[in-house]
């Protein structure tokens, strides 16, 4: 443990969107607007926009992009969102994929041009921060197949277009993503021919979950093409490849190919080398491998078959109860993200980076108030040391046999980073279905095994987490609540998260859970 010592709009809509009044509805801001305040300032998230709110007290009128209740990986901002935006004399955003790419291509196109544009991760360790990578494994028995866009692209809020254009195979492929309130949004669907609808936008160097179903065993050949999208409207096709499936144990891999059916892969385009291939993570080690299109199969075996879910929202995938084989997205709702962990705040001593980023940036925006944001953050700085001390003795008070976290979503790398605790995991069931007894299966053994009293579910994510709540229940572990990217009714404020989480991880890990 260290010392502690101190969803994508178009274009024609946000060009609406800047024409409405400022006083549009349709986004949970932190608080009304102030008209004395020197600025106004947009913040993409409520974790963000009350930090800036103490630093800047009554000199900002600061409001909230994503409402305090929303997920940022998955909100979609409204044209009230843009109006505000173009009222704003300074954005400030988290970085690193935190944020749902609409959101930032909405700022991006709907902010003053000279308003400054401040992403806390791209400068956090000049400020005192630190950033980790992001990692992921769930341990699947199938292939986690994701999409990922590596290469830059010229100009902010640009970004590349994958794009389905032709399926040879016995059957039908759907690829979909399940948002975080279990909501399925396709991406590409053979079932009426593919045309320029099976397609989707992904920022530069960006990965996302999805699922890939396919409605008959046997052999299948995928042709996508990939295409830059500027700012300045440009449009240009760089590259394309074909990708081989093998569904079913009965369907064989042509000779000499190297066949993926486990671990963590992607189908990923290269904007600058116009190279298409497949992306997949060497266990263990941290390395990745790129195989070229032609050179790589991927399977989807008969353990991965499910069956068409009767909920109304899969009826594309075919008829209720009809044989599907799925590789899942795996993790709980829309996550776009690059290899570093964005969820930087939940060690305290980053958000006192963010704090010092606020100042600097404030000051340099309204140099007449100066002295106000000297004085507030000088007070908060203390305020957050103490903090940093508090959850640090809390989280001590946990015995090392019980310091494991099972949570519903990958935001707590940091927190166990800084305070001695491990991620044991944050399986949670396939979004888009009722999980296999297999899996239902393997989280209670996971929970048994690593023998901890509790699991941890994020107040916007608990409705899609019965599953875990059952069988957290059936193990006899208890079920607590743990904030992570989204304040609620109960908790609105960054100190109030951390106090709440700090408390909370010691009274359902400690001696007495």
Request: net charge negative; hydrophobic share 40%.
């Amino acid at each position: 443990m260290r010392g502690h010592n101190t969803g994508i709009m178009t274009g024609a809509l946000t060009t609406v969107c800047a024409l409405l009044a400022a006083a549009a509805t349709g986004c949970g801001g932190v608080r009304p607007g102030s008209s004395d305040a020197a600025l106004t300032v947009s913040a993409t998230t409520a974790i963000i926009a009350d930090l800036v709110e103490r630093v800047g007290g009554d000199r900002v009128d600061v409001t909230s992009i994503v409402p305090r209740h929303g997920d940022p990986h998955s909100y979609e901002p409204s044209p009230g969102d843009a109006a505000r935006v173009t009222k704003a004399d300074v954005v400030f955003s988290n970085g690193l994929l935190l944020e749902e790419p609409g959101i930032m291509k909405m700022v991006h196109n709907n902010a003053p041009r000279d308003a400054p544009k401040i992403e806390f991760a791209e400068r956090l360790e000049q400020y005192g921060g630190t950033v980790m990578k992001l990692e992921e494994d769930l341990g699947l028995d199938v292939l986690w197949l994701g999409w990922a866009v590596e290469g830059q692209v010229r100009g902010d809020g640009s970004q590349v277009r994958t794009t389905a254009t032709e399926l040879e195979g016995p059957g039908e492929l759907r690829v979909y993503l399940t948002d975080t309130l279990g909501r399925p949004k396709v991406y590409v669907d053979s079932a009426d021919g593919l045309d320029a609808k099976d397609s989707f936008t992904l920022p530069p160097e960006a990965h996302t979950h999805v699922n890939w179903a396919f409605s008959r065993p046997g052999t299948y050949r995928l042709t996508v093409e990939g295409r830059t999208e500027t700012l300045d409207g440009k449009r240009e096709r760089f590259g394309s490849g074909t990708f081989t499936f093998t569904v079913g144990d009965a369907a064989e891999a042509p000779g000499g190919a190297t066949v993926l059916d486990a671990g963590h892969a992607d189908v990923a385009l290269n904007a600058e080398t116009g190279k298409v291939y497949v992306r997949a993570d060497e266990d263990g080690s941290g390395r990745r491998t790129r195989h070229p299109a032609q050179d790589v199969v991927l399977n989807v075996p008969d353990r991965a078959k499910e069956s068409v879910p009767v909920e109304k929202p899969y009826a594309f995938l075919g008829e209720p109860g009809a044989d599907l084989w799925v590789l899942p997205q795996a993790v709980i709702g829309k996550h776009v993200h690059g290899d570093m962990d964005p969820h930087v705040w939940e060690d305290v001593a980053n958000a006192e980076a963010y704090v010092r980023r606020i100042e600097a940036e404030l000051t340099k925006a309204d140099p007449a108030g100066r002295t106000t944001y000297e004085k507030n953050t000088a007070a908060f700085l203390k305020t957050l040391g103490a903090l940093d001390q508090e959850v640090a003795r809390k989280l001590a008070t946990i015995p090392g046999e019980n310091r494991e976290l099972i949570t519903t979503h990958d935001a707590f790398g940091y927190l166990a980073k800084a305070y001695g605790m491990q991620v044991a995991g944050f399986v949670v069931p396939v979004p888009n279905r009722e999980p296999s007894a297999a899996e239902v299966e393997e989280l209670g053994n996971t929970i048994r095994e690593k023998q901890v009293p509790s699991v941890f579910l994020e107040p916007n994510l608990a409705a899609r987490a019965d599953v875990l709540k059952r069988v957290a229940r059936d193990q006899g572990v208890k079920v607590c609540t743990i904030y992570g990217d989204s304040f609620d009714d109960k908790v609105h404020d960054y100190v109030s998260m951390m106090r709440h989480n700090a408390n909370e991880l010691a009274k359902c890990l400690g001696r007495d859970a």
